[in-house]
DNA sequence: CTGGATCCCTATCGATACTG
DNA sequence: CAGTATCGATAGGGATCCAG
């Protein structure tokens, strides 16, 4: 079977491929749901994604910022309260993994 | 921001975010793309993912067959011609994946 | 040509403990 | 509450060599 995919360019072809990966890595792709959902709170995001460690999620947030996709606000309450929410870049990011859903359920079973 | 992820159950939230990691282990998208290209044979698809060892072709490549996105076909000649191809449930991941490419392009620089 | 078998190094991840 | 620090296990991946 030979289809049609779209012809992109190397750099373009990098980008994309990286931003499999990046998605692709353990968790990341459930924490992005989980806040999509309206989980802001570092513990809400625990307890939305069954089997998630302190440790991953913290890194996760971390590359998530550094990436663009999540906004950290920090609140100076006490103790203090931290809100994550999705940017547009990381909701566009989302938006775009959702055919991935379709296909699974077209494949389940 | 909140966005609209359509809802999903446990068990269609595990098979998407398996499918993700599934895509984004390393150099999975980068042959998948290469054959749908069109390349079919063993050292055409090294020939077309630069970095690309012998080693992970033959593991991802396995794994793909395992998975039920592309179909081996042996040809007995001498020596031996071995043909890649996606199967339809592979052609449809790739599809799935087509947005992604988009993305990127949204989001470049 | 199409890989399999090894070796080895590193990144990643889980568990646990601790802090402002 | 919202993390960080540390440690140890393991899986992933690169390089190299070999074989039908």
Redesign the pocket.
Known sequence: MTIDFQHIDDAQCLAFTGAVEFAG???SASILMAVARGAS????ITASVP??????L??R??EFERAGFVD?DVIATT??????QLTDRGSDLLQSLQPLVNYTQRWAE
């Open positions: 890595k353990r968790w709170r570092f513990t809400q089997g998630l460690s302190d440790r991953m913290s890194q947030l971390r950290r103790p203090v309260q931290v809100h994550y």
